[in-house]
Nanobody, 133 residues
Framework: QVQLAESGGGLVHPGGSLRLSCAAA????????VGWFRQTPGSGKEREEV???????????YYADSAKGRFTISRDNAKNTASLQMSGLKSEDTGNYYCAAAYRCPDTIPDFDRSVTPEMNFWGKGTLVTVSS
């Protein structure tokens, strides 16, 4: 069965760190870009891309402005996983985090709008991150 499964979410104090993991099953992540998306419950907002890592060109990475300098996306093709290391967490980072796979990062698509959920080939079910004191 083809699926992506996120893990690592939880409650963390402001300024704290979390590491999210995304495990693929039923297919190889080797040929896919992997993105992490956040959706804030009750906000009415769509899933917004936080970070993405390509499957080529030396694993090129892309970050939302809000994530730059605080989040690091990585992948381990041997383990068929991807991760998002988050530090310096803020209350506005709270939300459900989804990993997704596509042939390329949405950032490479002309007129990419980070506030709109892009088409991706596979989505996980999400993991909740709550940043609160």
């Amino acid at each position: 069965q083809v699926q992506l499964a996120e893990s690592g979410g939880g409650l963390v104090h402001p300024g704290g760190s979390l590491r999210l993991s995304c495990a693929a099953a039923g297919f190889s992540l080797d040929y896919y870009a992997v993105g992490w998306f956040r959706q804030t419950p009750g906000s009415g907002k769509e899933r917004e891309e936080v970070a993405c890592i390509s499957s080529y060109a030396g694993n090129r990475v892309y970050y939302a402005d809000s994530a730059k300098g605080r989040f690091t996306i990585s992948r381990d093709n041997a383990k068929n996983t991807a991760s998002l290391q988050m530090s310096g967490l803020k209350s506005e980072d709270t939300g459900n985090y989804y990993c997704a796979a596509a042939y390329r990062c949405p950032d490479t698509i002309p007129d990419f709008d980070r506030s709109v959920t892009p088409e991706m080939n596979f989505w996980g079910k999400g993991t909740l991150v709550t940043v609160s004191s």
